[in-house]
């Protein structure tokens, strides 16, 4: 069975940096693309940034672009997001998702909450 | 690519059919012959979950009353007979190029 746990929410100050982490089980991390997504408080979903297999492409939102960096660890099934320079409008709970074929999203974690305040 | 989806808020009848639609800014149909078009359900306090993928492929588990259609830039989810736990907040997704992007979202509630 798969499983996403995402961990490495919590309280930052704006300009601050948090780094999140998922931990994967139940299918062969090294051979999926991985996906971030988000959901600001009452808002929609947002798609974040992706990474392919080994770790050697990825893609941003415009809006994180040059802040966030997505990296992966497959020796320990493991995604990451580096958050850097973070703002009131980055807080949203955190989705790690699984890609399939790089064109749906069938497994989701259950997220996990990043707040921006002072 | 830019998404849109309409209505974005749909009250509905028990037992009625309903829909929504999703158009893109570019063509989403790839030479492979796949619309590269999801749709999610996400219900309330939980993680979104697959309906539809890549245009029109019910995802294992989807009850058959749901369906997608559409190729190109315009595209539909069909409820044929809605039911109580089919409200919620449901999504487009451009899946076709990065950076994707989800539809505004339709709050679906029964009236």
């Known amino acids: 069975e798969v499983h996403l746990v995402e961990s490495g929410g919590g309280l930052v100050q704006p300009g601050g940096s948090l780094r999140l982490s998922c931990a994967v089980s139940g299918f062969t991390f090294s051979n999926y693309w991985m996906t971030w997504v988000r959901q600001a408080p009452g808002k929609g979903l947002e798609w974040v940034a992706n990474i392919n297999e080994d770790g050697s492409h990825s893609y941003y939102a415009d809006s994180v672009k040059g802040r966030f960096t997505i990296s992966r660890d497959n020796a320990k099934n493991s995604l990451y997001l580096q958050m850097n320079s973070l703002r009131a409008e980055d807080t949203a709970l955190y989705y790690c998702?699984?890609?399939?074929?790089?064109?749906?999203?069938?497994?989701w974690g259950q997220g996990t909450l990043v707040t921006v305040s002072s | 690519i830019v998404v849109t989806q309409s209505p974005l808020s749909l009250p509905v009848t028990p037992g009625e059919p309903a829909s929504i639609s999703c158009r893109s800014s570019?063509?989403?149909?790839?030479?492979?012959?796949?619309?590269?078009l999801d749709w999610y359900l996400q219900k309330p306090g939980k993680s979104p979950q697959l309906l539809i993928y890549l245009g029109s492929n019910r995802a294992s588990g989807v009850p058959d009353r749901f369906s997608g259609s559409g190729s190109g830039t315009d595209f539909t989810l069909k409820i044929s007979k809605v039911e109580a736990e089919d409200v919620g907040i449901y999504y487009c997704?451009?899946?076709?190029?990065?950076?994707?992007?989800f539809g505004q979202g339709t709050k679906v509630e029964i009236k």
């Open positions: 997704l451009q899946t076709l190029q990065a950076p994707k992007m």
């Open positions: 570019q063509n989403l149909l790839y030479n492979n012959g796949y619309n590269y």
């Open positions: 998702v699984k890609d399939e074929r790089t064109a749906y999203y069938l497994y």
